[in-house]
């Protein structure tokens, strides 16, 4: 099982990037994907989640409207499109496949840092 995050970089506050998480090993479509993120010095949290075909999406309160969570089954990759970044978005973030009765998988991370 392998989950690859990319996309990651350094970025002026207001700017975008678009994090991408390549999972193999398993089988995608079947699996719950979701980004967490954990910042300097604070707990990793839920960043944003799909469902396995993608009809239901949650997003934690602080990134709702300026992030955007997809996944393509066919190409096996997730993806978070991040936009109008603050400096408080500035993590290491990381993907994670699972779901009701799964193994829980996890990324390797990728560093997003926010500044001017």
């Known amino acids: 099982v392998q989950l690859v995050e990319s996309g990651g970089g350094l970025v002026q506050p207001g700017g975008s990037l678009r994090l991408s998480c390549a999972a193999s090993?398993?089988?995608?479509?079947?699996?719950?994907m979701s980004w967490h993120r954990q910042g300097p010095g604070k707990e990793r949290e839920l960043v944003a989640q799909?469902?396995?075909?993608?009809?239901?999406?949650h997003y934690a309160d602080s990134v709702k409207g300026r992030f955007t969570i997809s996944r393509d089954n066919a190409k096996n990759t997730v993806y978070l499109q991040m936009n109008s970044l603050k400096p408080e978005d500035t993590a290491v973030y990381y993907c994670?496949?699972?779901?009701?009765?799964?193994?829980?998988?996890w990324g390797q991370g990728t560093q997003v840092t926010i500044s001017s």
């Open positions: 994670k496949a699972g779901g009701v009765l799964k193994n829980d998988y």
């Open positions: 090993g398993f089988t995608f479509s079947t699996y719950v």
């Open positions: 799909i469902s396995t075909t993608g009809d239901i999406i």
